[in-house]
């Protein structure tokens, strides 16, 4: 199938124009759709009828069955399924998160290698026996995945920090952006490489985010109040212009964020871009793509930086994992351009 992301806009017209042939032939067959075919019969219809007249959806151990149960899933369903293994209900279930994934939704963004060089949380029960955790190790292992064993308790708490309160303020400050910008919308203009950098997970899906934090709630409600305890002191600080304390706050982050590694990925999906400070004349961007295309390196995005104000080059390319971006970074390189990252 023609990747439409990687041609021209002459190769898309040209598509375009084959495939509306291709539906005037169809269209000349009289073709009729016959949407009876996978039509239930009158049994199956019966056998589902009583659902809908359902009005108690719990089970016998007081479980909402709509939304799979707990975190452990239904306990009827463990009781089931530890009879088929021969093993206790409590047995059954060893609880897993690998902490990759993408802003990005659908088959179009999913990829082979997601997991790899993720780290894989394994939370193991009380229950949960050596062996039981070291069959989820191997499977995170033969993905290329990093498995870590933790309980649960402290995974729920590492990642409403790191994961599930960052998807919250990048949100709400899109959303302090778009509420606080004037007519000509100046802010969203000139909104940076910084600015988008942040916010980038702003762009994720809001229907599984809600379900995360409808989920984790406790933990995240507990670290939204510190983080705003934190807020409330810069703003304090800032009130009285307390330069050295403001010093002392980038200094100590920056500090400690350069001590995150670089090689492991967590819950949040990397970026993989830099920026090429290039000269704006005809040419000069097909001559990079086509320097790129001929080694082989995809470019999942590449446009016009108009805002700068970090240092960053004129033009931002994004590609779809790390061994793309660490080949064209240094092809590009060996070729005297000037990038930054």
């Known amino acids: ?26 269209q000349a067959m009289g073709l009729k759709l016959n949407m009876a075919r996978g039509k239930p019969g009158p049994h199956q219809m019966d056998l589902a ?41 409590e047995e059954v279930f060893v609880g897993g998160h690998p902490m990759a994934g993408s802003e990005k939704t659908g088959y179009d963004n999913s990829t082979d290698h997601l997991l790899e060089n993720a780290y894989y949380m394994i939370t193991p029960t009380e229950k949960s ?101 934190s807020l409330e002191t810069i703003y304090e600080e800032l009130d009285r212009r307390d330069g050295s304390s403001i010093h002392r706050l980038f200094e100590e982050s920056g ?8 090689h492991s990925r967590g819950p949040v999906a990397p970026d993989y871009s830099f920026t090429v400070d290039i000269v704006d004349e005809p040419g000069s961007i097909s001559t990079l793509a086509v320097l790129l295309a001929s080694k082989g390196i995809n470019i999942k995005n590449i446009g016009i930086n108009h805002s700068r104000e970090e240092g960053e080059g004129a033009l931002r390319i994004s590609f779809y994992n790390q061994d793309s971006e660490t080949r064209a970074y240094d092809l590009l390189k060996k070729y005297n351009y000037t990038l930054i990252k």
């Open 49 to 89: 009828m009583g659902l809908l007249q359902m009005t108690d959806y719990t089970t016998d151990a007081g479980t909402d069955a709509r939304n799979y149960g707990d975190l452990e899933g239904l306990h009827e369903a463990r009781e089931l399924f530890a009879d088929v293994m021969g093993v206790k209900p």
């Open 129 to 229: 026996t050596p062996e039981q955790i070291g069959r989820i190790r191997r499977v995170a292992l033969s993905i290329g995945a990093i498995p870590m064993v933790t309980d649960y308790r402290q995974h729920d708490f590492s990642v409403a920090a790191v994961s599930h309160l960052p998807h919250l303020v990048a949100s709400s400050l899109v959303n302090l952006v778009r509420d606080n910008d004037n007519e000509e919308e100046l802010m969203r203009t000139i909104a940076a490489g910084g600015f988008k950098d942040i916010t980038r997970i702003a762009s994720s899906s809001p229907v599984m985010w809600e379900q995360i934090c409808m989920t984790n709630t406790e933990n995240i409600k507990v670290l939204l109040r510190r983080y705003i305890q």
């Open 255 to 262: 500090a400690y964020r350069n001590t995150f590694s670089s």
């Open 1 to 26: 199938m023609a990747n439409y992301f990687e041609m021209t806009r002459d190769e898309l017209a040209a598509e375009k124009a084959a495939l509306e042939e291709e539906y005037k032939k169809f």
